[in-house]
């Protein structure tokens, strides 16, 4: 377990502790989620107005497909861990990595295209956005997963 070896051994006190700042950073994750929808927009419209062609316009769809499951996904993290459902978390965590995969894939598409047509310097850095839009994968499972985790066993081995 991520949380504890042994949750018995702790005093109320140690528990409470880890249970608010694990319910604090998955509320954070959450709202970071919602945050981010800012950023596929403005990431849309960069590549609506500067670029045209076939791969410009399923890159434009790509960005704006996802929109609805990370707004689905700030919700579920940021309910869940308001009302402690392990549910609405277990159904968040697999939306983070499934999320971040479809990211990782559009990173790659974009950074690919936008490397090829880069003979503007906003292509260039179009190039360098979609590329680190491409690591998405790692960092959630590096970072958002855990915490999620950590949080949802928590509540779990709290119940039993």
């Not at 927009?41 to 790509?62: A, P």
């Not at 894939?105 to 260039?124: C, E, Q, S, W």
Request: hydrophobic share 55%.
């Amino acid at each position: 377990m991520i949380v504890c070896a042994d949750l018995r051994s702790l005093d109320p006190d140690a528990i409470a502790f880890r249970r608010k700042a694990l319910r604090d950073a998955v509320i954070c994750v959450g709202w970071l989620k919602l945050i981010s929808v800012i950023c596929y927009i403005v990431l849309y419209f960069l590549v609506h107005g500067n670029s045209s062609g076939h791969m410009s316009i399923i890159l434009q769809i790509m960005t704006l497909v996802i929109i609805p499951f990370i707004i689905l996904n700030g919700i579920l993290l940021f309910l869940g861990a308001l009302e402690e459902k392990t549910f609405a978390l277990e159904i968040g965590l697999w939306l983070c990595l499934t999320i971040a995969s479809y990211n990782t894939v559009l990173g790659v598409m974009g950074g690919i295209y936008f490397i090829r047509t880069g003979y503007l310097t906003m292509h260039f850095m179009l190039a360098v956005i979609f590329a680190i839009l491409s690591v998405s994968l790692f960092t959630v499972l590096c970072h958002d997963i855990l915490i999620i985790y950590a949080y949802k066993s928590l509540l779990r081995s709290l119940r039993t």
